[in-house]
């Protein structure tokens, strides 16, 4: 299969939806949330979680989740455990094994971390790139992009017109769901907040700030390669990279902290234990 280089999710904008074959369960309280989203399209935090939580469920069904064991899991974990919650969020995180380059977060707090990002980004990197995850979940932007979703799409009416009784909801509006919140991407101005709130991320925890400009700049290369029309595609309404690797530099160098980033070292294995070293028997000679 070719790869693909998607420029989407929480940094890159876009809620990745594949086919779904089975009917969605969402429970009553979810469904409520549905319901309430059809008066006024003022989905509260708590009815878009509900929501994304589902989809993710089932997204994670879908997708070849790395198990606690396995290398990417572990690096993961390593990374960025001691950041899955804070002021005002609480985050759950996974890696797919999907070589195709991207990231997403939803209103629930799930943050999804493709195997591919993690092969061509070190921790540093990784983590400016999680910091922004961590900012449109923080910032409500997830949340947004539900109601967004609700607004344009069909499935309304016709998740008002059933009996309050039913607690599911089919493929066909699930899928509805899934490509309106692609197509519904983050503003301009969204990304923008998120870029700063993974600066301060970093900076606050003491990480290497710079490295979120090499994030930034890593992306800008490879919209100069063979996908640069697919990639051109997704950035057409949020700043492209090279702006906001720019921008990143900027603020660095504003704060007295900018030094040109050099790459870690990458390393998605197991870790190999270290190896005990034999002890030796001290022998005596006999006078």
């Known amino acids: 299969m070719k790869k693909k280089f998607i420029i989407s999710g929480a940094l890159f904008a876009a809620f990745s939806f594949t086919s779904i074959h089975a009917q969605i369960n969402f429970g009553e309280k979810a469904l409520g949330a549905v319901q309430k989203g059809v008066a006024g399209f003022t989905l509260s935090n708590a009815d878009a979680a509900a929501l994304s939580k589902e989809a993710v469920v089932k997204l994670d069904a879908e997708h070849q989740v790395a198990p606690a064991t396995d290398g990417y899991a572990i690096r993961l974990n390593r990374v960025f455990g001691k950041h899955s919650a804070g002021e005002g969020y609480t985050l759950n995180y996974k890696v797919y094994k999907v070589k195709e380059v991207n990231a997403f977060a939803t209103a629930d707090g799930s943050v999804r971390v493709y195997s591919g990002l993690m092969d061509i980004m070190d921790d540093n990197e990784l983590l400016a790139v999680i910091g922004h995850e961590i900012g ?78 090499s994030a930034f700049r890593i992306l800008a290369k490879m919209s100069e390669g063979t996908e640069a029309s697919f990639i051109d595609q997704m950035m057409s309404s949020h700043p492209d990279s090279k702006k906001r690797a720019d921008d990143a530099k900027a603020r660095a160098e504003k704060d007295g902290l900018y030094k040109p980033y050099v790459q870690q070292k990458i390393v998605n294995t197991v870790p190999v234990p270290a190896k005990k070293a034999k002890a030796t028997k001290k022998t005596t000679k006999k006078k």
């Open 136 to 213: 449109h979940v923080a910032n409500n932007d997830s949340r947004d992009a539900m109601r967004a979703a609700y607004q344009k799409e069909a499935l309304i009416d016709g998740v008002s017109s059933q009996s309050a009784k039913i607690t599911s909801v089919t493929d066909s509006q699930l899928g509805k769901i899934g490509s309106a919140l692609i197509d519904s991407k983050h503003s301009r101005k969204q990304e923008t907040e998120a870029d700063l709130f993974a600066y301060n991320f970093l900076k606050q925890n003491g990480y290497n700030i710079n490295a979120e400009e």
